[in-house]
């Protein structure tokens, strides 16, 4: 997988649809949007690059079977996710630190780095303890999670691991359903999947009856399995002696009141389970405690393990990585003649760029996976790179500048190619599913910028600025009003408020408004354009002598002129003058443009009126970037989309809203499947998507407890189909 072409092709789906709604009357508007767009100025960003860390080699899970390890655990940490028969994974050191320490019986914590595999450093011994304890009853595992959301993957993953071991898992969150029943309908729902796996205590009835090895929860729903009765029979003081583990995973988010809820929650729980001192207590991390002085900071580590678990911490343990072997290949001074960018277009000849970026030949035994790989880690190119992302992620241009920090031999161009070369070359896979250098590129995408314009020299900026900038050069104090978009002809209304000395300033629509002083300026292009706006306005809205009714004053647009010399704005026509803009002015709220005349009710929100530029709305950039990314296929095996949200309301916007948004996708491919069938009327049509989506139990989904028998209702829908169609 190529995550610079995946970008480019969301960003090129993303950016066709912000165009195809986009309408500008103002020709010069189009051109500086394009350049914009095409410099990462609007839209998106450049993205970000992240390099995976070398993480220290432990030792390949089979040499630790039967020594440390239940044969049993080969068949469940597999390597390929996707593939049950796939060899079983080769430990970082880190994990194999930590399943030492438990084997030790010590409390840990593990402080590394995304993605290094922090789970393992759990879901590993407390596996080995099941299977080891296979047939026990009683739950020999907490592992609580701060989100849902992590909570839902990391259960997802280890339940299909755990399919066939003898081991069962529940997840006890607020989404987990009361009855058997209720659990499998709401199971399939989410997963598309009939059957769970035979791992799985999808309800809580199930739970209370007959806890499962592992829990997996959050510090809410515990909480609750201490303080309601029909939730406490999970934590059985008579079974006390199967539970072994509490883990708190990203234990940096309990902090502060958060963290004191959680302390005394952990210890309520060791008290109910008589667990003080025998209950292994883990905690994980990517960041908790920085401070220069390592003694401190292990000090002060200690000190946060044992206020939150009450409990001595035995082992801290954090991310080792491998040494490179001494840089051997320095980055060639030129790019080669007439190569474009080896990220972008079509694949380049993997060959030939080794062959220019090593500056040597290779020969046919060179030719392989195996051997680029040692080649780069031998290259300068990614001896920087590793050294240039170990503290964050960075954009490739500011990489670019680093490199020529070091290297001042290097132009710009060559920097970024020999750059680009070093993460291309990287991108070639050792072995299925597993690249050279594994890199992550993380996206920014924007919506809504503004962009501002200068009425004395016609300067347009995206920057937000008060005053001109190039007027400021020959030392004039001009404005820079903020542009609003009429959704209907395109035209720009210039975003202006004043004082009572008609001293005008900027103001745009997100601004609380004051109706009386500030509206939308409209630059006429002649003086037709006045009697034509005039001839525009209801007949309703105006007195036999042509004036506007008393109700109606504040709505119909008035003459106006800008003095772009002095920053006053007078709403009485001026006689022509250098620096004067003749114009028309409409209060806000917008209910008339000053442009096409067309008229607004008194219901419609501003931003439906009028529009910045780019501007889409949270829901439907969600959608629009989720199509983009399953039709970009960065991973067959993947095929989903994980959205975070910064609050619980917006959370719950997002998943009405995503749920919604399936249902007309869903539509809309049974439609284009039927169509494809037949070509007949539209009643036709209607009655094959029914037949198709009661062959789906589409109806059982969307229509739970109606009965679709019936002719009455089966012709409702179809005639509900119709419209639908139309």
């Not at 062959?695 to 509900?720: E, K, M, S, W």
Request: aromatic share 8%; net charge neutral; proline share 6%.
């Amino acid at each position: 997988m190529n995550p610079f072409q995946i970008l480019d092709s969301v960003q090129a789906d993303y950016r066709s649809y912000v165009e195809s709604f986009q309408l500008f009357a103002s020709p010069d508007i189009p051109n500086m949007l394009k350049k914009a767009i095409e410099q990462n100025k609007l839209l998106w960003q450049e993205p970000f690059v992240q390099v995976a860390r070398r993480f220290k080699k432990g030792a390949p899970l089979e040499q630790l079977i039967p020594e440390m390890l239940h044969r049993d655990c080969a068949k469940i940490f597999y390597r390929d996710e996707n593939d049950r028969t796939s060899r079983p994974i080769d430990l970082h050191a880190h994990q194999l630190l930590s399943l030492q320490a438990a084997k030790q019986g010590k409390n840990y914590l593990v402080s590394t780095g995304t993605s290094s595999g922090k789970s393992n450093c759990f879901y590993i011994p407390i596996v080995d303890y099941c299977l080891r304890t296979r047939g026990t009853p009683g739950i020999k595992a907490i592992i609580v999670y701060p989100m849902n959301a992590l909570a839902n993957s990391q259960y997802w993953n280890m339940a299909r691991r755990l399919h066939g071991s003898g081991i069962t898992i529940g997840k006890f969150t607020g989404q987990t359903e009361r009855s058997d029943d209720a659990a499998l309908e709401a199971y399939r729902r989410i997963n598309g999947q009939q059957k769970p796996f035979d791992s799985e205590v999808l309800s809580r009835e199930k739970m209370f009856n007959s806890p499962p090895d592992i829990l997996v929860t959050n510090y809410k729903m515990l909480e609750y399995m201490l303080v309601r009765p029909q939730d406490r029979r999970m934590l059985n003081p008579e079974l006390a002696g199967a539970l072994q583990w509490i883990v708190l995973d990203e234990a940096h988010t309990y902090e502060g009141r958060r963290g004191a809820d959680v302390a005394m929650l952990v210890r309520r729980v060791k008290r109910r389970m008589r667990g003080r001192g025998r209950i292994r207590c883990v905690a994980t991390s990517a960041t908790l405690v920085k401070n220069d002085d390592s003694e401190v900071a292990q000090q002060q580590v200690e000190a946060f393990f044992h206020q939150l678990f009450g409990e001595k911490l035995g082992a801290t343990i954090t991310e080792q990585e491998e040494p490179l072997p001494g840089s051997e290949y320095p980055l060639p001074p030129t790019p080669p003649a007439g190569e474009g960018s080896p990220l972008k277009g079509p694949a380049p000849n993997v060959w030939k760029l080794a062959e220019w970026l090593f500056s040597k030949p290779l020969g046919a035994h060179e030719r392989t996976p195996q051997s680029l790989a040692m080649l780069l880690e031998r290259s300068e190119g990614y001896h920087f790179l590793l050294a240039a992302l170990q503290e964050r992620p960075r954009q490739i241009t500011e990489l670019v500048g680093l490199l020529r920090e070091q290297r001042p031999d290097l132009d710009d161009s060559s920097a970024r190619f020999a750059l680009e070369a070093v993460l291309r070359l990287g991108l070639e896979e050792l072995d299925q599913r597993r690249q050279i250098i594994p890199i992550k590129l993380h996206g920014f995408f924007q919506s809504g910028a503004k962009i501002y314009r200068c009425y004395r020299c016609e300067h347009l900026s995206l920057q937000g600025e008060q005053s001109c900038p190039e007027c400021a050069k020959e030392g004039h104090h001009s404005l820079l009003l903020p542009l609003h978009f009429c959704r209907c002809c395109g035209a720009e209304l210039a975003g202006i408020t004043w004082d009572d000395e008609r001293c005008a300033a900027p103001w745009d629509m997100d601004t609380e408004a004051t109706p009386e002083t500030v509206g939308y300026f409209y630059r006429l292009p002649g003086e037709a354009a006045w009697a034509n706006l005039m001839g525009q306005i209801p007949e309703s809205w105006l007195k036999k002598d042509g004036s506007p009714t008393k109700i109606k004053v504040p709505f119909v647009p008035v003459r106006a002129t800008l003095d772009t010399g002095t920053n006053r704005l007078s709403l009485d026509p001026e006689a022509p003058g250098e620096g004067r803009v003749a114009g028309a002015l409409a209060f806000y709220p917008l209910k008339v443009c000053p442009a096409c005349g067309v008229q607004r009710d008194g219901n419609t929100q501003e931003g439906n009126k009028v529009a910045f530029v780019t501007k889409v709305g949270r829901a439907t950039a969600v959608n629009i970037l989720t199509l983009a990314m399953l039709a970009a296929k960065p991973d067959p095996h993947k095929s989903k989309s994980l959205v975070f949200c910064d609050a619980r309301q917006e959370a719950a916007l997002q998943a009405g809203n995503t749920d919604d948004w399936f249902a007309h996708v869903l539509f809309r491919t049974l439609l284009h499947g039927a169509l494809g069938e037949i070509s007949q009327d539209v009643g036709s049509l209607a009655k094959v998507l029914f037949e198709q989506m009661a062959d789906r139990d589409l109806f059982a989904r969307y229509l739970p407890g109606v009965d679709i028998g019936p002719r009455h209702t089966r012709n409702v829908l179809q005639g509900y189909l119709k419209y639908c169609i139309l």
